[in-house]
C-alpha cells in the first residue's frame, strides 16, 4: 500500500523531464519522467531503498533523505514545504489520537473590519478546507447567482465537486479542483484533513479522490469565471496568509482587465438582495 510521500515522489519523478536536469533525453523510456535509477542516483540512496519509499515500504526516512530527495527532484520552495508535511504524515509524526473534528470557523474581529475596509472590493477569508468564512459584499455581488453562497456554510470545495453550476462557473474547473484538493493536504491540521475527506470523499467521487493521492502542487493562474449576468470574468489573486493559530486565508479578486472591472460595474447596479457579509 502506498503512502502519501511515496505517491508524491513518485508522481513528481514522472512528470520531470529529464533534459530539464541536464540528463540525457534517452529517445526509448517505457515511462515518462525520471528513471528510479537516474533519481536514486541524483539523491545520492540506493535504487532499492528509493523502491522502497515509492512503494510504502519505508515510512521513516531521515531527514536528511527528505533533503537530497527535494534537491534532486529540483522542487521549489512549496513543494519542499509540501514534500517535508508529506514525510511527517507518513512517518506518524503528525499522526494524533484526538478523534476528527470539524476546524475552528471563527474569524477574529480584526479581519472583519479589515474586510470592511476593502469594501467595495471582492474579497473572502477561507480556510485550507474551502470554508467561506466571511467576505466582502463585492464578493457576495460577484458570486451571487453562481450558487456558491446558496448553502448555510458555503465551502468551496464541496462547490467545485458537488455543485451542478460549478464547471460552467469556472472556466478552467481541472485547474480549480487541483488546486481545491492540494490545499486539503496543508492545513489546518491531520485531524480535520480526516474530518473532511472521510465525509466527502463519498459524495465527491472519483475525480475527488483520483486528485487526492496525486501531490503535485498545481501552478496558479488567473481565475476565469463565467456568470449568468456578466459573462466571462477574469481575475488575479492575491492570498494573504493569516496568523498560523488562524490557519485561515484572506484571498482578494482584481479584476485582471478592464472588461472584468467594467462588469463588475455593471453586476453592483443590478437590484439584488443584500448578500450576506459573514458565515
Known sequence: MGTPLGDFVRAKRDSIRPE???????????????????LASRAGVSVEYLTRIEQGRDRNPSRSVVNALADALNLDTAERTHLGY?????GGACAGHVRP???ERTVRPAVRQILT?????IA????RLGDVLAHTDG???VMRDTGLLDAEEPNLTRYVFTHPQARTTFVDWDQ???????????GPSTETFEWFTADFATVAGDEFTRRLHRHIPPARVPLRMTHPHAHQLRWNREVLELPTSDAQQLILLLPAD???????THLRERPHRTALRAV
Not at 86 to 90: D, E, G, V, Y
Not at 117 to 121: F, N, R, T, V, Y
Not at 258 to 264: F, P, Q
Open 139 to 141: 464578493f457576495g455581488t
Open 20 to 38: 530539464d536536469l541536464g540528463l540525457p533525453a534517452h529517445q526509448r523510456r517505457r515511462a515518462p519522467g525520471l528513471r528510479r535509477s537516474e
Open 117 to 121: 475596509l476593502l469594501e467595495p472590493g
Open 258 to 264: 478592464d472588461a472584468t472591472a467594467a462588469a463588475v
Open 176 to 186: 480549480i479542483a487541483d488546486e481545491q484538493v492540494f490545499n486539503l493536504w496543508l
Open 101 to 103: 473534528r470539524p476546524p
Open 124 to 127: 473572502f477569508v477561507t480556510n
Open 86 to 90: 508529506l514525510a511527517k504524515i507518513t
